[in-house]
């Protein structure tokens, strides 16, 4: 069973900003296009998410709606000597089933029981989940 986070996606108001965000923020990790996600603290479990295969699943708007496959850790420093994590995930955005999320700080491990399904590979572009469809599965009468 895979170990994974999910954080909230601040800025954005659906996975279409969210992907022309990620295509504009590459960088290079093991020589390989990543994108990376910047947070304060490195998880304690990182190996065993990396050892699982786990994602970093986001919420956009109070809904969890995407994931994406984690490929490694780093540490930095910033201008103002505080240490900072980096997380470097993959390229592809993966669209889940649509999961209501309540608002929370930073990130937190999330377990693969907890996780919705995936839906497919996120092609730039196609229609997303109009609101009542997401409100619908809310109320589980879809």
Known sequence: MSLNIIKLVVGCSNLEEFSDIQEIDRTEFEGRQV?????????????EI??????????????????????GFDSIEDIDGIKRCLFYVDTEIIKTEIQPRKAFQGWRYFEEKDAPKDIGLY?????????????LRELGLL
């Open 123 to 135: 092609i730039k572009g196609e229609e997303e989940m109009h609101p009542i469809e997401a409100e």
């Open 50 to 71: 990396l050892e699982n295969d786990g994602s970093i699943y986001r919420v956009i708007k109070g809904l969890i709606c995407c994931r994406q496959k984690i490929i």
């Open 35 to 47: 994108n990376i996600v910047r947070t304060r603290y490195r998880p304690k479990r990182a190996d």
